[in-house]
């Protein structure tokens, strides 16, 4: 069965952007908002580390934020349970996980069941995990890249809506290839938030259908 994931046209959705490090797509998001090329509005950028610089860009961007610290929480589901509480409040359509290095609880993904993207630095199934482009670069591959899929029960296994690929040159360092990634990121992110909130996408099984 084939379900449209946003039936409206035209409506500005809240969006809540999660983040634990430098927040560098955070930041294309918040660009590509304020260009008015998606249509959406950051509601509110959640992390689980206080020191996180992506809430830094929050702040500059004049986006509300809000920090939750897991040590305290007994449960993934606890702690999920106060973020929830978050969201409902700023009645949030999308999640988008930038960067976020916190395994959200199953039951996250039950409420928000194909409303959490994700962007992973490889090009999955291959290279899951929190080392995408170091592991990529040290198998040698020659191409890699970047995908932005909706978060299911597994890790870095959901349905993929955009996927582009990077070449690895002979000369390529490291740092060289993160590069590379990084700037694929910049570019696919928004447009995957953009094809969301303009109610282009389907979803039908593991199968992704964006329409043009
Ligand atoms: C990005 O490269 C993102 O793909 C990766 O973390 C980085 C965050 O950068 N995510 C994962 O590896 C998830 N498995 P940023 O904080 O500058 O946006």
């Known amino acids: 069965m084939t379900l449209w994931l946003v039936k409206s046209y035209g409506v500005s959705m809240n969006i809540a952007v999660f983040v634990s490090g430098n927040g560098s797509n955070l930041q294309a998001i918040i660009d590509a908002a304020s260009r008015k090329n998606i249509k959406a509005k950051i509601a509110v950028v959640v992390s689980d580390n206080r020191e996180a610089y ?13 920090v939750l610290d897991p040590k305290g929480f007994a449960s993934r589901e606890d702690y999920d349970k106060e973020v929830i509480k978050e969201l409902e409040r700023r009645d949030v359509g999308l999640i988008v996980l930038a960067g976020f290095m916190r395994l959200v609880s199953d039951s996250f ?94 979803i039908d099984g593991r199968k992704v259908r964006i329409q043009v």
């Open 109 to 202: 993904v039950r409420k928000y069941k194909n409303k959490i993207m994700n962007i992973h630095p490889s090009i999955l199934p291959s290279f899951k995990g929190t080392h995408g482009i170091k592991d990529a670069f040290e198998y040698g591959v020659k191409r890699t890249g970047v995908t932005v899929h909706f978060v299911d029960e597994k890790l870095d296994h959901g349905p993929i809506i955009l996927q582009e690929s990077v070449s690895v040159d002979e000369n390529d360092t490291l740092e060289k290839l993160e590069e590379k990634i990084h700037k694929l990121e910049h570019k696919l992110y928004p447009e995957a938030i953009r094809l969301f909130t303009e109610g282009k996408i389907r």
């Open 54 to 66: 992506a809430l830094e860009r929050a702040r500059k961007a004049a986006v509300d934020t809000f």
